[in-house]
C-alpha cells in the first residue's frame, strides 16, 4: 500500500529490505543489531556513520553537536528552556497544534511570550515577525518550520536579532536545503523522514551547550549526551541503525538537493490538481504550503468518510484528517514515491466524477 501517514510514516523499500536481510545477522557479527551491546565496537560504527552522513547530508557545520536521543520531539519542548537558561523568558510563534504545545510547555519552566499566531486563523499561514517584536533579552525564539497537522511551512526565516532560533523540524527535516548556522537548535522526532519511531535528533551550537539550569535533569541536558557522543546511557539503538540506512539512501539518490526535487514534484502534482478542482478544497493560503502535508476536504464530511474508506480499498491508506481540521491529509514525506502521490491523484479525479 502507499502509506499516506503522518508518522509513523513509510520508510525507503531499500532500507527496509537491507534491515530484513541483515535481521539475524548484521555484517557478519551472527548478532541482530537488536542484540548488540551499545558498547560494541559493530555498534559504536553504526552510530558513528549514521551522525557523520546526517552532518554531510544536512550540511551541519563543525561547531554543532549532533545528538541522538530519546523521548519524541515532545521532550525537547521542555528541554530548550532547560538548557538554554539565561534570562529565564522565551518568544513564541504559534503556527499550529505542535508549536502551541512547545509554548504550553515552555511556559511551565521559563517565562514564555508568545510574539506572534495565526491561530485566529485556525493556523492557516505562518504570521510575519519583525526583529522588534523580539525581546532582546530572550534566551531564545522558538518556531515550527513545518506543521503538520494545519499543513504550513515557513518560507524565510524570522530574524530573530542574534536571539538564539530553535527549531522543532520533526515534519520537514531533510525535505530542503537550509542554512544549518541560521538556527541555534534544531530537534526532530524521527518517525517522518528519518527513520522508526523511538529516535529524537538534537543539532545544538557548541556555545549554547554550558547553558543548562543547574537543576536540569540529567538525562535532559543536551551536555550529557554531548559529552558521550550518544552512548550517556542504551539510545535507541536500532532506530538508530535504521536512521543510517535511511541516511545510505538519500545519500546514493543524490542527497537534500536532489529529495528536494522530489518533494516540490510530488507535491506540486497534488496542489496543482486541487486547485484545479471545484471539489476539492485546501484551505492553507497558497504562499505558506507544505511540501510534506497536505490537507484537503470534500464538499461533505459524509464524502470525506467515503472518500478515506474507498482510498484504502485501492492501497491508499491513512489519508484521515487530524481531528482538528478533519477532511484528509495526505503525508507525502521523503519516502513516498512519486507513483503514489501519482495514484492519489488519479483516485481523487475518479471519486470527485462519481460524486459530483
Known sequence: VYNFSAGPSMLPEEALNQAAQ?????????????????RAKCYDEIIKEAQELLRELMEVPA????????????????AAPLNLHVNGKADYILTGN?????????ARLT????IASSEEDNYTYIPSVTPDMIDKDADYVHITTNNTIFGTKYVSLPDTAGVPLVADMSSNILSERMDISKFAVIYAGAQKNIGPAGLTVVIVRDDLLERFKEDCPTMLKWKTQADKDSLYNTPPTYSIYMAMLVFRWLKKLGGIAEI????RYKAGLLYDYLDSSDF??????????????????TPSKELDEAFVKEAAQNGLVTLKGHRLVGGMRASIYNAMPVEGVKKLVEFMKKFEAANK
Open 111 to 114: 517565562q514564555a511570550r508568545v
Open 22 to 38: 541483515e535481521m539475524l545477522d548484521y555484517n557478519g557479527t551472527g548478532m541482530s543489531v537488536m542484540e548488540m551491546s551499545h
Open 280 to 297: 476539492y478544497r485546501t484551505a492553507v493560503k497558497k504562499e505558506f504550503r507544505s511540501i510534506m502535508n497536505v490537507p484537503f476536504v
Open 98 to 106: 505542535f508549536a502551541k504545545q512547545a509554548y504550553k510547555e515552555g
Open 63 to 78: 561547531n554543532y553537536k549532533i545528538l541522538f536521543v530519546q523521548g519524541g520531539a515532545s521532550t525537547q519542548f521542555a
Open 260 to 263: 528536494e526535487k522530489q518533494n
